[in-house]
Structures are given as structure tokens and as C-alpha cells.
């Protein structure tokens, strides 16, 4: 993270990988016959070029097989990703990505999403224009193909250079859709994908822009989401901006915050309080807006019983800032 390290916890750096997340070696029954062929095949190299052929045909249901098939290969071994993408198929593959057939473009998203798990990939799928295309497939696709482009722009999300490229093109208002409108897993995508591209500052305002404060918010307020943490950790990225923080004021961020600080489990406690430190070193306003909370003492019992001693100095620090004079109750937010 940028402003402040947090120690995060596995959910939130957790890849949702999609079909890649599958650490099965057995193919699935219908996987087609040149696909169990490959695996012990010496002709490997002949069948996937005989796939990659059909990726073009004129025939949607040659399409469709020949996309499935690879996304398959891809999905249970390290070398096929490898070989798949040495012999030419990103670039057909990522065509598919704006294919008005459904099912061929989830196909495709599925199968980019498979080669994005092999570090070597990253840099072929990203020069062959995939990430407009996974956009697209984001905003308009099936249920799965919003969610797995989602995991695929995670795994391209590895610098920030492409984390700032994906923002351009234009990722993060349909990830705030997905974070709101998708079903469970596809929530846990979008809030993923969002942390990993938060770290790119300008990314941040786009969020902002985008609504994701509010929607963060009721996320935290509702232990029955299942997404308490997640959105706790990408607020904390969300504030780390002076538009964030801004946003998260307006919005009433400071009681969702107290009140977790309060009753939360112990990770969202502390992402609670970093969040309020971030938000209290920015304004003597803002510092009294929190304390009339009565952050005080949850934020005393969190340092006496910090089982971290970054997470104890922090605490400890916030309650000496809060405990500070502020001026007069009238002074504007700075």
C-alpha cells in the first residue's frame, strides 16, 4: 500500500483465479479429445496449432470448442500455458474478448485469464490489447466473463504501469458495478481487482468518482455481505488520497469506522483505525468530528490489547492526536 504498510491478511491478496485456481490434473468430461491427447501427446505442439487455427474459423461452434479447449489446457498445467502462448494464441484469443457471441467471449476471457497465471504471459497479453478488451468484457459480458476479467486485470495489475494503463482504459467504474451488482464471488473479484489498482494514486479519484465510497461503506456497515474486510481494506486505500479521505468524510465514514473500531473483529479494528488515523492527521475538523464519535476509548482498549506492536503504536498514536487541542469547534476542515 502506499501511505502506510498494513499487514494484510490472505483474503484480500488472495488471486481469485477463476478456472486457474484449480489445482486438479484431470480434465473435465467434456473436454474434447485433442485436449486429453495433449498432455501425453508428442504431436502437443500440432494439436494447439490445430486449436489456434480454429480460434478463426467462420464457424462460431468451431470457435467456441477450439476457445474451450485451450481455456482448459491453460487452466491445469504451467507448460500449456507456456506453450499455448509461444505458439501464437493470445492474440486470437483476445480478439474473442469483443466477439458478440456470449459464450465464445467468456470462452476467451476465461482462456486469457488462464495464460495471465504464468508470470511470462503478462507482457504478451498486454501488448496484444487485451486490457480495452477485458474492459469491455467487464462492463457488458456474461455473470462469469465480468468476473473473470476482473481476475485477469488483477494479474495484469502487477505494476504500476499497467496499473495505471488499466485505469485509462477505463477498468474501474464497471470493478465499482461489479463490486456492487455482482454476485458473491464476482464482489470478491471486484474488491480484489480495486485494491491491487488503488495503488496507483490516480486510479483513486476514478474510484472516487465512480461511487465507491458509499458502496464501501454499506459494505463495512453489513456483517451479512461477507465483504466487511474486503471493502475495509480498499477504503484504507480509497483515504490514503486527500479526494478519498475528503469523500469518506462526507459520506459518513467516521461513525462506520468508530463503530467497527468498537465491535469488529480484530483485522477490521485495526483497518478501522488506520483508516481514522489517516482521516485524523489530515484535519483538527476532522479530529473533533471523531472524537464527538467517542473513538477514545475503543481506540485505548485496541492499544491495551494489540497483539502487534505497529498496530499498538499506531493505535496509541491516534488516541495522543485525538487528545491533542483542536481550537474552536466552528474551525473549517483543512
Known sequence: MLMMVVECSPEILRLSHGEGATSSGAFAAHAGDSSRRFLVSPDADDV????????????????????????????????NRLRIARAGAIAPLV???????????????????????????ME?????????HLVRALRSGTPQARENSACALLHLAQTDDHRASIGRAGAIPPLVALLETGGAPGKKDAATALFSLLAADENKLRAVEAG???????????PQSGMVDKAAYVLYQVVSSPDGLAAAVEESAIPVLVEMVESGSRRQKDLAMLSLLEICEASAAYRRMVVREGAI??????????????????????????????????SAAR
Do not use: F, W, Y
Open 48 to 79: 494447439v496449432g490445430g486449436l489456434i487455427s480454429d480460434l478463426e474459423s467462420s464457424s462460431v461452434e468451431s470457435q467456441r470448442r477450439a476457445a474451450m479447449e485451450l481455456r482448459l489446457l491453460a487452466k491445469h498445467s504451467a507448460d
Open 297 to 330: 476509548p475503543p481506540l485505548i482498549a485496541l492499544a491495551q490489547n494489540a497483539s502487534k506492536k505497529n498496530m499498538k503504536q499506531k493505535a496509541e498514536a491516534l488516541v495522543e492526536l485525538l487528545r491533542q487541542p483542536t481550537g474552536p469547534s466552528t
Open 212 to 222: 465507491v465510497v458509499r458502496l464501501l461503506l454499506d459494505l463495512m456497515a453489513d
Open 124 to 132: 504478451l497479453i498486454a501488448a496484444a490489447g487485451a486490457v480495452r
Open 95 to 121: 480478439a474473442l474478448l469483443s466477439h458478440p457471441d456470449p459464450l465464445l467471449q467468456e470462452h476467451g476471457v476465461t482462456a486469457i485469464l488462464n495464460l495471465s497465471l504464468c508470470d511470462d504471459n
